[in-house]
Structure formats: C-alpha cells, structure tokens
C-alpha cells in the first residue's frame, strides 16, 4: 500500500525510535539481581530520572540521588529526584553534584552503587576544577555549544575543568563496586564521551585541551587556565580507582535507527542508511543528504535514515538547533524538489536549547514559506530555523521523551506521480 501521508510515516517513525529507547524498557533487561547489603544510585542526564523510575519498578524504593533537566522529573520512591539546567550549568546542578559526591564518600569494599548515565550528563554533573567559578564554567560551556566544536571535543574540554568527569565519579566511590548503565548519545557509542565519562577513566591531556580551545578560538579565564597548567583530576584508564566499575551502554542509536528500518520496510520502502554516527556542520550534511536524496529516485519508495551529532556554528542571534537547521538547509538544497519529505529530531526532544525537537520538510516547504513571508536564507543566515519552522507550523515538539540517543533524521523519497 502507498504511503498516503508522509508527513505522520516520518512522524511515526520518530516516534518508534523514540519508544524503543525508553528506560522503562532497557533497564528491566540490564539489571542483576539487587545485591545484598548497602544500594546506593546514582546518575545524571536527560534520561536519568526515568531510568531511577525504572529501576525502582524491578528493585523497589533505593538509596539514591539523580540529576535530570529541567521538566524532565519522575516519580521515584526513595531516589531523589534533583532537576537543573541544561545545556549550560546551573546552580541547582552544582548544589545536587556536590551532595551526590557526599553520598559516596566514606563507601567500604562490600557496598553497591549502581550509576545512572545518559546524554545531559555534561551539563548536569557540575563541580568545576580549581577555582574555576560557576559563572566562568557557564561562560566557556556557552563558547563550546556557539563554536561548532563536535561533541567528543567539547567533552574533552568539560572532563578536565571539572572533580567529576573522566572517571573522576567512580574513583569517588572506590573502593565500593559500582556498575555504569549508559544510553548513548554520542556517536560511536564511546562510553568515554557519554555525559563525559564520569564513570570512565580518559587518557586525554591537558594539553589535548589547550589545542582544542586554541582550534575553536574559545577564550578562557585565568582561572580556567590555571587548572590547564596543573594536573589534571581526569583518571587514567588501568588506574586502581577504577579497578571496581563496569560500564555497559544498554541504549544506542542503532537500536532505535534498527526499528526505524522494520517499520519502513513493512510500508514498502527501500531503506538506504547513512549511518548512525554522522558528525559534522548541520547545513553541510544537509547538502549532503540532499544530493543522495535526488539521486534516490526511481520506481519505489525509499528511505534514507542517518542518526550521530550534528553541530552548528553559531553566525547569528536566531533561535536554532542542529535538526533543525538542518532540515531548514535541507529544504534550500532540494528546492522543491518533488515527492521528497524528511523529518530531523533529538529523540531527547530538545534541539539546542529549545523545546523542540527538530522539523519536518515537504516539496511545498518553501512555497509555503515565500506565502507567510518566512525568508529561508535569511533564517538560516541568522541560525533561525526554529522561529522559521515555527511560522510554517512544521515543528516536531513531543515534549520531554525521557530518553536520549541522539539524533534522528529520515528522509522519503517517493516515486513521481
């Protein structure tokens, strides 16, 4: 049967991907049995709480504490549930880091902590190094997101300004065991870059850092460079702190890119994918995406899917994110092209810093936005695509989705009428 409407075959799509990430349903399969003696959770990110949730439903009420976005709260038993900002730090985050780095001082060899960690986890675990500020953390985590740096850098840079990052989070529970659950965001599914790492020892320097700053043009305080020209905190891999933590990535984008690909395949579709650990600067992917989208046409339908991190590099005051100004240079590059959709979402619902997780495109995208007076060139000039997105009423906002595994982006190429 023909796809009679592809905008919600896309949306349904994103939707399934979203599902199939659910730590409702992961975490059930991923835990052991609850072990014996003193049971203490902890974790952060834009998942977090609703993987306590989780948890709680198999073990029952635990010990704990867990820091999540921002309207990203669950009900939990006896794990509180602590919300701050994201993606730029806030106090609410540094206060609840603080009192969870308390909970695991003082653990013994025969106690438990079981770590919660998924995307989100950068901004939310905040216990700068040094005599690095609050305000001078946030001040160089806003240069990081504006730069375009990709997101294995960014973390780079956290892990060393931070007591927490890079392994520094488990080394403050030694020598109590502590088993890691990760729902990955980051491409490749390197558990090192998930959330930064704060259960994962880095090899990474100091002076790994300094070349990044210097590469991006990212200017930092005196005190910022200061903890640059010590040691750093971030643990070695092989290190003795670290000598009692497993780590295991129970989510990744595949899995949800995978139950895409099912759903496409049941409707008809021949499904191309690009791969689910795309970086890159949004709008040049988009030409990209559209060039092979073009040449995709034919007799039958066909799904190109692709999933990773995309970064933008802010050149103007609009309000955007990666999916969406990617879908926005998407629409430009294809220009009207006929019988071609897409739809590009963070499965976390947030893109950038907005409410919203990304856009859907159609032929009729730009036509649409010439008729309400929407300028897409100057939009995407301005790093605006969401407000562009906003007119045409071609948002995708499902609200918080209580899951992370990145990026989603289809694109429909269906046969000429």
Known sequence: MPIQDPD????????????????????????????????VVIGAGKASARMAEAV??????????????????????????????HPVPDEAGLVAT????????????????????SGGASALLVQPAGDITLAEKQAVNAALLASGAPIDKMNTVRKHLSRVKGGQLAAAAYPAKML????????????????SGPTVGDASTAEDVRAILKTWNIEVPASVSAVLADESGVV??????????????????????????????????????????????????????????????GGRPVLLLSGGELTVTRRGAGVGGPNAEYALALARALDGAEGIYAIACDTDG???????????????????????????????????????????????VPGPTLTNVNDFRAILVLPAA
């Open 180 to 195: 890691s659950l990760m729902i990955s965001d980051v491409p490749g599914d390197d558990m090192a870059f998930i959330g």
């Open 350 to 396: 947030v893109d950038g810093a907005a409410e919203v997780a990304g856009a859907v495109i159609a032929p009729d995208t730009l036509a649409r936005a010439s008729e309400l007076g929407a300028d897409a060139d100057l939009a995407l000039e301005q790093n605006d695509a969401h407000s562009f997105f906003e007119k045409l009423d071609a948002q995708v």
């Open 56 to 85: 709680e439903s198999v073990w029952g009420p635990c010990e704990g504490l867990v820091i999540t976005r921002y309207g990203y709260d669950r009900p939990c038993e006896g794990i509180e549930i602590v919300q701050a900002a």
């Open 98 to 117: 603080s009192r969870m780095l308390h909970r695991l001082k003082g653990l013994e060899e025969g106690d438990f902590v079981l770590s919660l960690i």
């Open 236 to 297: 070695a891999p092989g290190d003795a702190s670290l000598s009692a933590v497993e780590n295991r990535v129970i989510a990744a984008p595949s899995q949800s890119l995978s139950a895409a690909v099912k759903e496409a395949v049941a409707a008809g579709c021949e499904v191309r994918l690009l791969g689910d650990d795309i970086e890159g600067e949004a709008r040049e992917v988009a030409a990209e995406h559209a060039a092979a989208a073009l040449a995709a046409r």
């Open 8 to 39: 919600s075959f896309l949306r349904r799509l994103f939707d399934i991907a979203v599902q199939v990430a659910d730590p409702m349903a992961i975490i059930p399969q991923a835990l052991p049995e609850k072990p014996a003696g003193r049971v």
